[in-house]
């Protein structure tokens, strides 16, 4: 009687063993290839940060400061997979500040080898009126698509001076100073946002630079 339950015990330990090496698959290794198209494509976004003060005017001609404060951090080997490749993350924060009634734009240009994170570009809003107001939006440098709902993402040729730019429109905006649409311009930064009254403000200053060019 003992003879069966052995076999018993040793097929199920049989069968246990050949289920657990099924499942020890490897993950796809990185492709190195395209992680670098990706991160050429995150860079070229990159704005001039030696200047850090800029003049924006309203439609009314009504000018004021905005100041730029930035930091980058990078990591080499953030990423490894089962190959022996390695890849490194990416990340240059961007905080542009108005003087008047202030508003806070932060733009966030990140990569990753990790799929889960990928190349993408956060745009962020903040203000006090009475209570916080912050808005977010993030565009995948892959698929060209906004990662965010209640949010219109899409890139644009904004002008025969700067070119190309992301076009970020809020959408369901609560307040009318509320911020409506952001351009980010490619190389240049902020350069352009739309209240929810339909009040544009410009960066003159980065079209001056612009025009030296």
């Not at 940060?49 to 990078?74: A, E, H, K, P």
């Not at 961007?94 to 003087?99: G, I």
């Amino acid at each position: 009687m003992k003879k069966p339950i052995t076999l018993t015990i040793r097929a199920l330990a049989l069968i246990g063993f050949i289920f657990t090496i099924s499942n020890c698959k490897k993950d796809p290794c990185l492709d190195l290839i395209k992680l670098e198209s990706l991160r050429q494509e995150m860079v070229s976004w990159y704005p001039d940060t030696t200047q850090t003060r800029f003049i924006i005017v309203d439609r009314n001609g009504i000018s004021q400061s905005m100041t730029l404060s930035f930091y980058y951090y990078q990591t080499e080997n953030s990423v490894e997979d089962d190959c022996g490749n390695k890849y490194g993350s990416y990340d240059l924060t961007l905080n542009y500040r108005t003087s008047v009634s202030p508003l806070n734009f932060t733009i966030n240009i990140r990569g990753s080898g990790n799929p889960a994170d990928g190349f993408y570009i956060s745009t962020n809003y903040y203000k006090y009126i009475g209570n916080w107001v912050s808005r977010t939006a993030d565009y995948d440098l892959e698929t060209e698509q906004s990662r965010t709902s209640n949010v219109e993402i899409k890139r644009i040729m904004y002008d025969n001076l700067y070119g190309d730019a992301l076009e970020v429109v809020f959408k369901n905006t609560m307040y009318p100073t509320d911020i409506e649409k952001i351009y980010f311009a490619q190389h240049y930064g902020l350069i352009s946002f739309t209240d929810k009254q339909g009040n544009t403000f410009v960066s003159t200053s980065t079209i001056s630079r612009k025009e030296k060019e």
